[in-house]
Structure formats: structure tokens, C-alpha cells
């Protein structure tokens, strides 16, 4: 067999193994793709000055099967901060104060807002208190 006829058998096997099996697949935001035990999600495009959020149930409903309030916890290279519900009233199932984060990347920080004295009657903060998280 000739030289050229070898290398061109071996290129047609490689380029033809190359394809077999080959998947590709675009999505969008927020879009997930299935297949078997792999769940691939695309999210935001990590940057460098926009926190990553992971949403989480913090109240959940046993009997309706359903998360009733979600928390959101904001991670920014090693800081992390959380925006959950402080003062959750059971009976009604609502929230009525949710701490609050904000980041400022020019100076790679957190703001976090908590409640710090809170009215049951009114149901109402009266007393807020900012703490930063970061360097």
C-alpha cells in the first residue's frame, strides 16, 4: 500500500471517529438541557464585578408541595451575602421584612440591610442597621 492511500485511511478513520457522538447544543439563559443524569443550566455570564446568585426555599408549604419564600445568597470571590426573609409570620405565610444586599465592586464589598427593631402590630421595621461584608 502507498504512503499517501495509508495516511488517507488513517485521516477518513480519525475525522469519522471525530464525529460519532459528537453533540452540540445552544442555550439560552435560564435554559436547561437533560440527558440521563447530567443537567447542564446556562446562568448569567460570570464577569468580574457582578456577584453570582444562588436562589434557595427558606419557607417551604409540606402540604401544597410548594416553596412559599426564596432566599438569595450573593457570593463575590470569597464574600457572601444573604437576602432572606427576617420576620416571617407563619399564620399567613408572609413575609414582612426581607433583608437586603448591596455590592459595590469598586470597592469588592457587601451592604447587607437587617432589621433591627421590628413592630408585630404594624408589622413594619422601625429601626434598620447597614453591615458591610467585605475587606
Known amino acids: 500500500m502507498n504512503r499517501h492511500t ?7 478513520v ?18 436547561s438541557y437533560r440527558q440521563g443524569d447530567l443537567t447542564v443550566t446556562c446562568g448569567q455570564p460570570l464577569t468580574d464585578d457582578i456577584p453570582l446568585a444562588l436562589n434557595d426555599c427558606q419557607h417551604w408549604d409540606n ?9 438569595t ?10 437576602e432572606e426573609c427576617q ?5 399567613n405565610s408572609t413575609c414582612y ?6 455590592f459595590f465592586p ?12 421590628f413592630d408585630d402590630f404594624d408589622n413594619a421595621c422601625l429601626k ?8
Open 14 to 31: 480519525m475525522l469519522f471517529a471525530g464525529n460519532v457522538g459528537a453533540n452540540e447544543i445552544s442555550l439560552d439563559t435560564g435554559e
Open 63 to 71: 402540604f401544597n408541595k410548594k416553596c412559599l419564600f426564596e432566599k
Open 87 to 91: 420576620h416571617w409570620d407563619k399564620f
Open 6 to 12: 495509508l495516511l488517507g485511511l488513517i485521516a477518513g
Open 106 to 117: 469598586s470597592q469588592k464589598l457587601f451592604v447587607q440591610t437587617t432589621c433591627d427593631k
Open 97 to 102: 421584612y426581607q433583608t437586603t444586599c448591596s
Open 73 to 82: 445568597t450573593y457570593t463575590y470571590e470569597k464574600l457572601e451575602c444573604v
Open 128 to 135: 434598620k442597621s447597614d453591615k458591610k461584608i467585605g475587606p
